[in-house]
C-alpha cells in the first residue's frame, strides 16, 4: 500500500495537479474569505470561520473529483492496471494507496488555511476572540468531508476508463450525498423517513462536526461512508474476474 | 514443473477464448506459445499471470494455483503484457524502482536496477523518462521490470514487437540465456524467432490445442516436399521442367523463375543443372527453399 501511495504523491508533485489544485483552492478560498462582498470576513464583522466553511464543501466538491478522476480510469486506459494487478500486492492495497494519496492532498490543501485563523485570532477586537473549538470541531468535520469525497472520486474513477466521465459521476455523487439527501427530504414526501434521509448525507454530520462537538455517531457515519465506497470500489475492480 | 495447465478453458460471454488446453512448462527449456491472432495466447497468459480467472480447469505455477495462491503466484511471475503498459511520465530508474517497491525487494533493489539496466542495454536512456523512449527501448523497459524480481517464470507476451533487427538480436540471446534456469513462456507470431530460441512449441488455434511438441520433433514431422528456387537466363516451358527427373510440380514465381518441388529426400539440384546443360540455359540462381515451421503452423492453424 505504502508504495502506491508513494507513487501517487509522486505522480502528484512531478505533474502539475498537487500545485494547481492546492493554488486553486487558496486562491477560491482567499477571495471568498476576504474579498467577495457577500461572503467577506472583514464586512461581516464577526471572529468566526464559518464563511471558509460553508464555502470548503462546494469547492472541494469539485476539486476532489479532478485530482481522483484519473486514479483508476488513467491506469484502466493506459493498461498499467494489468501491471498492478499482476504484482505481489492486492487490489485493496492498491485502492488503499489511491485513497491515502487524495486524502493527503485534501490534508496539505487545509494546512495553509490555518494561516486564516491566526488572521481572525489576531484581529479580533480582543485578540483571540474566537471559537477556537468549533474552528478544530470545523477542521476535522472539513478534513472527513474531504476523505469522503475522496473515497466518492476513488470509486468513480473505477466505473470508467474515461477521465471526463469518471469526474462527472464523481461531482454528481459528492453533490447527491452531500446536499441531495436534505433537499429530498425537504420536499416532505415520505413522512417520517424524512429525518432518517436528512441523516444519510453529509451535511447533517459535518454540521454536527462543526458545532465543535465529535460525537461518535458523526465520526462512525463517516468512517462507515469511507468504507462503503472503499468497498464499492473492490467490487468494481474486481468485476473483471466475473 | 513449474507452470503446469490442466483443462483450462476460458468463456467470454458465449465465446469459447481458451477451450481445455493442457500443457507444461520446464525450467530450463523455453516454450513457444503459437497461434494465429484471437487464438487465445495472451487470455491464457493473463491468466497464468492471475490477472483474470479461468472458467474451469486448472493452472498453477511453481506450485502455487493460480486462484487459491494468487499472491504466491505473482511473486514467482515476471510478466511482461502484451501492449506493454507503462507509467510513461515516470522516469526509467524511478519506474523500475516502483516495480521493485510492489515485490519488496528491499537492499538489492539498486544493484538489481543497474543490473537489469546493464542487461537489457538501457544505459544510454537510464536517465530519461519513458515518454521520451522510442518504442524499442520501451519494450526493453518492459522486459526489466519482468525480470527485475528474478523471478522463477517468465511470462513475456510478444516480447520483441518494435525492435530493430540488432535489438532483435541482442533480446532473442538474452531471452535464450535467461531459458537457461528460468522457466519461460513466450507467444509471438515470427516463426524464425521460435525457431531460434524456442525448446519447445505449444500452437493453439481458436482456443484449441493443435501441437504440443519439442520444437526438433515438431520440425522433422513435416512430410512432403522440398522446394527449390531457380532461376533461369531464358524462359522455359513448364512441362520440360516436370520432366526433370525427381521434380514433382513446377510453378512460375515471376519472370523466368520457377519453384520446383521434390519429395523430401532427393536433393534434385543436380538433376536440375544437368537439365539446364542440356537445353541450353544459364542457371542464374538455385537455392533451397527452407519449408519451415511457417507450413507446419499454416497447416495446424488454417481451416
Redesign the interface.
Known amino acids: 500500500m505504502y508504495?502506491?501511495l508513494?507513487?501517487e504523491i509522486?505522480?502528484f508533485l512531478?505533474?502539475l495537479i498537487a500545485y494547481i489544485t492546492i493554488g486553486v483552492f487558496l486562491i477560491v478560498m482567499g477571495l471568498f474569505l476576504w474579498i467577495f462582498p457577500d461572503t467577506n470576513l472583514l464586512d461581516y464583522g464577526y471572529a468566526s470561520l464559518d464563511s471558509l466553511f460553508n464555502i470548503a464543501p462546494w469547492v472541494f466538491m469539485l476539486l476532489i473529483p479532478a485530482i481522483t478522476m484519473r486514479f483508476f480510469s488513467e491506469e484502466k486506459k493506459?493498461?498499467?492496471i494489468?501491471?498492478?494487478?499482476?504484482?505481489?500486492?492486492?487490489d485493496l492495497q492498491i485502492i488503499m494507496g489511491k485513497y491515502f494519496a487524495g486524502v493527503l492532498l485534501v490534508l496539505f490543501a487545509l494546512i495553509p488555511t490555518i494561516i486564516y485563523y491566526i488572521t481572525i485570532y489576531q484581529l479580533g477586537s480582543t485578540v483571540g476572540n474566537i471559537d477556537t473549538g468549533s474552528v478544530i470541531g470545523s477542521y476535522i468535520g472539513l478534513l472527513l468531508l474531504g476523505s469522503a469525497f475522496v473515497a466518492v472520486g476513488v470509486f468513480a474513477s473505477s466505473l470508467s476508463d474515461n477521465q471526463i466521465v469518471s469526474f462527472v459521476i464523481a461531482i454528481f455523487l459528492c453533490f447527491f450525498c452531500y446536499a441531495g439527501f436534505e433537499s429530498i427530504s425537504s420536499l416532505q414526501l415520505f413522512g417520517k423517513i424524512d429525518n432518517f434521509l436528512v441523516q444519510l448525507g453529509i451535511n447533517a454530520h459535518y454540521l454536527s462536526i462543526s458545532r465543535g462537538v465529535l460525537d461518535t455517531r458523526d465520526v462512525v457515519y463517516f468512517l462507515s461512508f469511507i468504507s462503503l465506497f472503499i468497498v464499492l470500489t473492490k467490487t468494481v475492480l474486481e468485476s473483471?474476474?466475473w | 514443473m513449474s507452470v503446469i495447465v490442466n483443462h483450462l478453458s476460458k468463456i467470454y460471454g458465449t465465446q469459447k477464448a481458451v477451450d481445455s488446453i493442457s500443457f507444461e512448462a520446464v525450467p530450463g527449456k523455453i516454450l513457444g506459445f503459437l497461434g494465429p491472432n484471437g487464438a487465445g495466447k495472451s487470455t491464457t497468459m493473463k491468466i497464468l499471470t492471475c490477472f483474470i480467472p479461468q472458467s474451469s480447469g486448472d493452472a498453477s505455477v511453481c506450485g502455487f494455483d493460480v486462484i487459491k495462491d494468487s499472491l504466491s503466484v505473482r511473486k514467482n511471475i515476471g510478466y511482461l503484457p502484451e501492449s506493454n503498459p507503462l507509467y510513461t511520465d515516470m522516469y526509467v530508474k524511478e519506474y523500475l524502482n516502483f516495480i521493485a517497491g510492489m515485490h519488496k525487494m528491499g537492499k538489492e533493489t539498486k544493484l538489481r536496477i543497474e543490473e537489469m539496466i546493464d542487461k537489457t542495454g538501457l544505459v544510454r536512456e537510464q536517465h530519461k523518462k519513458i515518454s521520451q523512449l522510442s518504442k524499442g527501448y520501451r519494450q526493453r523497459v518492459g522486459l526489466a521490470q519482468a525480470m527485475l524480481h528474478n523471478p522463477k517464470v517468465l511470462i513475456l507476451d510478444e516480447p520483441t514487437t518494435g525492435l530493430d533487427p540488432n535489438q532483435l538480436v541482442e533480446i532473442r540471446a538474452l531471452i535464450k540465456q535467461l531459458g537457461k534456469e528460468k522457466t519461460v513462456i513466450l507467444s509471438t507470431h515470427i516463426m524464425q524467432e521460435v525457431e531460434a530460441v524456442c525448446d519447445r512449441i505449444v500452437i493453439i488455434n481458436k482456443g484449441i490445442l493443435v501441437a504440443n511438441e519439442d520444437t526438433k520433433v515438431l520440425q522433422s514431422k513435416k512430410e512432403g516436399t522440398l522446394g527449390f528456387k531457380v532461376e533461369f537466363d531464358k524462359a522455359v516451358n513448364q512441362n520440360q521442367l516436370k520432366g526433370i527427373r525427381g521434380i514433382l510440380q513446377a510453378s512460375n514465381l515471376q519472370g523466368n523463375t520457377w519453384l520446383l518441388s521434390t519429395d523430401s529426400k532427393s536433393d534434385a539440384r543436380t538433376e536440375i543443372f544437368q537439365f539446364a546443360v542440356q537445353n541450353q540455359l544459364v542457371l542464374l540462381s538455385i537455392s533451397k527453399e527452407e519449408q519451415s515451421l511457417e507450413t507446419i503452423f499454416r497447416q495446424l492453424t488454417s481451416n
Open positions: 508504495i502506491i508513494k507513487k509522486a505522480v512531478n505533474s493506459a493498461g498499467t494489468e501491471l498492478l494487478a499482476t504484482r505481489p500486492i492486492t473483471r474476474k
